[in-house]
């Protein structure tokens, strides 16, 4: 006998529109919902290599430290 069930995507949000119904392996019926089309990305540039730190070596690795002012 058939039933009725309102048809939901995989959100759960209801189908505005007439669609067709298949049964899924468990018996329930899914939509069969059009192919979506897809777009091509795109793809960002590399950056640009960081510049070398100007600062003198024994400068690099030191903490900011600012009570001694």
Do not use: C, W
């Not at 950056?47 to 430290?65: E, F, K």
């Amino acid at each position: 006998m058939a039933r009725h069930q309102p048809a939901k995507t995989g959100t759960g949000e209801p189908i505005g529109e007439k669609v067709k119904m298949r049964l899924d392996a468990k018996g329930r019926f899914v939509p069969v919902l059009p192919e979506r089309e897809t777009t091509e990305t795109t793809e960002a540039a590399e950056r640009p290599p960081t510049p070398d730190d100007p600062r003198p070596a024994s400068y690099r690795n030191v903490p900011p430290y600012g009570a001694g002012f």
